[in-house]
């Protein structure tokens, strides 16, 4: 069974993983079919589906150089919440605010869902229309 403690330490090796670009580490606290819910209006958000997806969502974020700093971990029987500063160091216009992630665990340990909820929702639409596009059509609907 795993701990709250476990939970915690997965995120946070979640977040070195982060920190250095490590896909592959990232992977390793997820499931393959994890669903990863990105809000607002913006060619990056939504539900990424599998491990993948979510591979490649933070892939678009490290060209935006997007850091994170954790400040807050906090768990119980299924849930990990953490509150971090998240920024960007790259691109037109600039990302920094506080986020809230909501890290489901599944019964092997690992997670399976995450929710993000922004703390300035509209500065993250505007960076992310002003520094990554839609693909155009008829790709995008491909």
Same mark, same amino acid.
């Given at each position: 069974?795993? #701990? *709250?403690? !476990?939970?915690? %330490?997965?995120? #946070?090796?979640?977040?070195?993983?982060?920190?250095?670009?490590?896909? !592959? *580490?990232?992977?390793?606290?997820?499931? !393959? $079919?994890?669903? @990863?819910?990105?809000?607002? =209006? =913006?060619?990056?958000?939504?539900?990424?589906? *599998?491990?993948?997806? +979510? %591979?490649? /969502? /933070? #892939?678009?974020? &490290?060209? &935006?150089? /997007?850091? %994170?700093?954790?400040?807050?971990?906090?768990?119980?029987?299924?849930? +990990?919440? $953490?509150? =971090?500063?998240? @920024?960007?160091?790259?691109? +037109? *216009?600039?990302? $920094? #605010?506080? @986020?809230?992630?909501? @890290?489901?665990?599944?019964? $092997?340990?690992?997670? !399976?869902?995450? /929710?993000?909820?922004?703390?300035?929702?509209?500065?993250?639409?505007?960076?992310?229309?002003?520094?990554?596009?839609?693909?155009?059509?008829?790709?995008?609907?491909?």
């Amino acid at each position: 069974m795993t #701990t *709250g403690a !476990d939970k915690v %330490a997965a995120i #946070t090796k979640f977040f070195a993983a982060y920190a250095a670009y490590d896909l !592959d *580490g990232m992977r390793e606290v997820l499931t !393959d $079919d994890i669903e @990863w819910t990105i809000p607002g =209006h =913006h060619p990056l958000s939504g539900t990424k589906r *599998g491990v993948e997806e +979510v %591979a490649a /969502f /933070f #892939t678009q974020l &490290a060209k &935006a150089g /997007f850091q %994170a700093e954790p400040l807050f971990l906090e768990s119980n029987d299924e849930y +990990v919440v $953490d509150i =971090h500063r998240g @920024w960007s160091t790259e691109g +037109v *216009g600039k990302v $920094d #605010t506080m @986020w809230a992630l909501v @890290w489901h665990f599944n019964i $092997d340990g690992k997670v !399976d869902r995450v /929710f993000n909820l922004s703390g300035d929702q509209h500065q993250m639409d505007t960076y992310i229309w002003s520094n990554f596009s839609l693909a155009p059509i008829p790709d995008r609907l491909a």
